[in-house]
């Protein structure tokens, strides 16, 4: 089973993806946004190809190059990188969960399919699966964002069982604003070791009250890292 080197908490950074003006990634900045989240805003831990990044609108070599920048760049600096890796295509998902590992990256987290949608639970974590499978000591964390990929499937229903299926699960990046879902995903697995990271910043101060473990966010930084300092 994948075990983080140390469970992802406290603050991540979703990153942006730097882009020239003629529309190339610019890959120079990338070393310099580590030094700035690690020397200005104390953000050991990043969130790459992510919404903020932008993953889905750029091409499987852009987010292989991508994570790649980041692994390198971030080697003795970031604590942890994970790459998103979701995609419609099972084979593209599967793809890029093999080559983070391929990488060195931390972990992979992965939105549901959100043309042809999975109708319930089961399909979806069919899917899940198949591309957690491709990277299997690599921790895996689901990403529920229902009001982007349509798919309203309840988090807290999707974690029932969900290491039996998928043995490298380590948690959940929650982006809704459901606070009773995610307080029930809290509740319902206090025995088991699963990082709970909120992705709305509007409600990270309610979230954290019900048990997020951490944040993944585009616009905090500083002022809230010395909640997770001692
Ligand atoms: C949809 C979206 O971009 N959500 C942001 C939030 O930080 C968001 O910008 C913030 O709550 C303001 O609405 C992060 O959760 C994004 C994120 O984690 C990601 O880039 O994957």
Not at 33 to 50: A, H, I, P, S, T
Not at 64 to 82: P, S, Y
Not at 88 to 115: C, M, R
Not at 131 to 137: D, F, M, Q
Request: aromatic share 10%; charged share 20%.
């Amino acid at each position: 089973m994948a075990s983080p080197k140390k469970k992802l908490q406290g603050l991540v950074a979703a990153t942006i993806t730097p882009m020239t003006e003629h529309g190339e990634i610019n890959f120079s900045v990338i070393g310099r946004y580590v030094d700035y989240l690690v020397e200005e805003q104390g953000v050991k831990n990043v969130f790459v190809n992510g919404t903020t990044g932008e993953g889905l609108s750029l091409s499987i070599s852009e987010r292989c190059q991508v994570a790649e920048e980041w692994v390198t760049k971030g080697r003795n600096k970031l604590d942890q990188i994970v790459i998103h890796v979701g995609a419609l295509s099972l084979k593209e998902s599967q793809e890029l969960a093999q080559h983070a590992a391929e990488i060195g990256a931390d972990g992979i987290a992965v939105i549901a399919p959100f043309f042809l949608k999975p109708w319930n639970k089961d399909v979806l974590i069919n899917f899940l699966k198949e591309v957690a499978a491709a990277a299997p000591a690599l921790p895996f964390y689901y990403y529920h964002i229902p009001a982007l990929t349509g798919v309203k499937i309840r988090a807290e229903e999707l974690l029932d069982g969900i290491q039996d299926k998928i043995p490298s699960f380590q948690g959940l990046k929650f982006s809704d604003t459901d606070l009773l879902d995610f307080g029930q995903c809290v509740d319902q697995n206090r025995q088991r070791q699963f990082a709970f990271l909120f992705g709305v910043d509007e409600q990270l101060l309610s979230a954290l009250v019900m048990g997020a473990t951490g944040a993944v966010g585009s616009f905090v930084f500083r002022d809230l890292s010395t909640l997770w300092s001692n």
